[in-house]
């Protein structure tokens, strides 16, 4: 199993591995006796977190021995679940699933991929594997609810959506977070352990905290200026910033960047019109702070914007995301140390693969949705249209959905719209570890172990790392009699789907996959085994089936990679299995022109899908002016969407689900601290808690997500016990940003009265 280093006394050992439960990736030290977790705390030698923990990365514990955690799977009997034997789980999958692909074809079936599976190595590899034997374009993911406009800008102006620049936490002297509270997330899309700390090293160093955000979060109480924003109006600004830095001189890329930029000329003209005084009504900002902002940027040493999702759950979310590349750029601040840089993961990614500084650049639209025609965006289509495609396609409706590890009744909007949709279908297979709100419409639910149970390697989030580092974690405790590994689950509903049956090996799937990643590096000519025998390599990798074969291959082939022997000392799985507080490969460096991939080889600026979408942004300046009272999402440090309410040292204390109202508008409204309000959305209606607060902005509502648990036919004891209510009952399904078909979960109107 490895290398985990047992210490000490007979019976007791010490087991190193990452928490899986955020982004930020911390290192956790996990005490083992007599094959029982008896402590967790942060592993102090850990190269990237030197010892940080946040409350959520100590109840693995609790998470693992939770007695609604499902063990075994559940088939739906007479409407109710009951525990059967794997065997018998397979059979029904077998019996179901192929016959509506056989009668209906691939695209009569649906897969939702929750936000879950971008922490779990299996998930990350083996998600695909099943996709591409299922063969169905309908894929659904958390990603519409969340950052998929981040990436969607930056794969029209860096050539694929995973070159996204992160601020350089360590070295930057003016850092402005908008629509972000790192002090409750930890960070996202920005990996950095102790986000908090690090901030705190930045203000300790002379530097400047400046947080934008319609909320005085945790993160805008430790800043240097707080400037609170209407929802929704973060482009404006931005765009703001950019023409004052315009017209006042200021705009300077640099020469390393200007040498590879193009586009700016016709960015700066489309943006003039978007002047400080312009947006100050929208924005609720007035026009001096707004040119204060874009002034003391330009005369910080070092400056980034870092935007989240209160920034990309908004109807502007791609063009937001882009503004903030314009703003970093326009300031000199892309691609420099203290700026916003390049991570260059070192398992690899799609912007160390191929030719360097040049490629195929990014495209959207290979399909689109069968009712309201909204296109492919990154291999999936939104989730907001998972239920009109369920009940409104006709002959061609998706007919069988597969979820893994979300429930999107709970976190995507209109949910009773999907809830309804749901009970529609032929057949529904889930993989998770709860019978939840969404999950309680399986026919069949597909228990993975516990995280505790799996190896993990953040493949995904340490492309988003502040530092060049890589940890590899061993398995803490063994899989339970009989259980699958999360990688054998998904690797065999491809099979089945494929035809093979219940009986098929799935290590018989994991060769195909991986033969398939050696064949197209060996043709890469940007490979360090270029030109090798693909026989040779396979044979090196072994024949033990799962992901650390294949994290080993990726490792090797990565940019610091050992390449099977053609560098020693660099990256594989045995060195991460040596060096288990895991290694740091170095800070940031500059990585153009290498890190493009776009057509031009340029950072292509003005690319014509985010130009174009000015003209809707200038267009809806009256309404944003005009809105009255919007509503905004909150998290919590101790909360994680949805999934982490059953574990009751979490969820303790004072109710967290409450209606956030500025004291004037609760006085205008008629509403009483601890009252109950009404609020209604275009699409649905829910009553809440209310507490009476200056921590939002007069105009805005705040209530946290993923709440209203409790449900009938589920199995969440804890939650159930504090409820709450589910913001997303208010969400609009209808509500998109259309360059990425992100929903808009920030800045829905409401109306608000006392219940």
Known sequence: MGTNHDHATAGTRTAFRTCPLCEAGCGLEITVEDGVVTRIRGDRDDVFSKGFICPKGSTLKQLHDDPDRLRKPLVKRDGVHVEVEWDEAWHIVEERLPAILREHGRESVGVYLGNPSAHSLSAMLYNRTMLTALGTKRRFSASTVDQMPRQVASGYVFGTPVTVPVPDLDHTDFLIVMGANPYASNGSLCTAPDFPGRIEAMQARGGTLVVID???SRTAEQADRWLAIRPGTDALLLAAMVTTMAEEGLVHPGEHVAAHLSGLDEVLAALAPFTAESVADATGLSADDIRRLARDMCAAPSASVYGRIGTTTTEFGTTTSWLIDVVNICSGNLDRRGGAMFPKPVAGGAGTRGKPGKGR???????????????????????????????????????ALITVAGNPVLSTPNSDQLDAALADLDFMVSVDIYLNETTKHADVILPSPSQLQRGHYDVLLLQFAVRNVANYSEPVLPLDDGQPDEWEILAKLGLIAGGMGAMADPAAADDLALESMVQHSVADAGSPIHGRDPVEIMAALGTQAGPPRMLDFMLQT????????????????ALLRDQVHGVD????????????????????????????????LHAALPQLEARELVLVGRRHLRSNNSWMHNISVLVKGKPRCTLHVHPDDAH??????????RVTSRVGTVDASVEVTDAVRPGVVSLPHGWGHGQSGTRMRVAAERAGVNSNVLTDHEALDPLSGTSVLNGIPVEVAPA
């Open 585 to 616: 490969f170095g800070a940031l460096e500059p990585r153009l022109p290498e890190a493009l991939r776009t057509p031009s080889g340029t950072v292509e600026l003005a690319h014509p899908v985010l130009m174009a979408d000015l003209d809707r």
């Open 361 to 399: 650049g990014f495209t959207v639209g290979r399909g689109v949705t069968r009712v309201n025609q909204y296109p492919e965006v990154m291999g999936e289509y939104p989730a907001a249209a998972m239920a009109e495609e369920i009940t409104d396609a006709g002959d061609d409706r998706i007919r």
């Open 214 to 216: 319609p909320r005085r």
């Open 558 to 573: 990565g940019p610091f990679g050992a390449a099977f022997g053609a560098n020693p000392s660099g990256a594989s799985l």
């Open 668 to 677: 205008r409204l008629g509403l009483a601290d601890g009252g109950v309000a």
